[in-house]
């Protein structure tokens, strides 16, 4: 009985570890994300106005 909650316990702690490691490889992708839309807003705008510049649409 004592080895089954041992061996319990060490699953418990292992699953643990693993959720961390999740957790922070999601907290780092959700940075990385943020990060690419901003970059993705500032070449759309760029864009948009090199089109409006084009078309004479800016002076």
């Given at each position: 009985?004592?080895?089954?909650?041992?061996?319990?316990?060490?699953?418990?702690?292992?699953?643990?570890?693993?959720?961390?490691?999740?957790?922070?490889?999601?907290?780092?992708?959700?940075k990385?994300?943020?990060?690419?839309?901003?970059?993705?807003?500032?070449?759309?705008?760029?864009?948009?106005?090199?089109?409006?510049?084009?078309?004479?649409?800016?002076?």
């Amino acid at each position: 009985m004592e080895a089954r909650i041992v061996r319990l316990e060490t699953i418990i702690e292992q699953t643990d570890k693993r959720l961390a490691n999740i957790e922070s490889d999601a907290r780092e992708t959700r940075k990385e994300l943020r990060v690419m839309f901003y970059f993705q807003i500032a070449s759309l705008a760029t864009i948009l106005g090199v089109v409006a510049k084009g078309f004479g649409w800016l002076k």
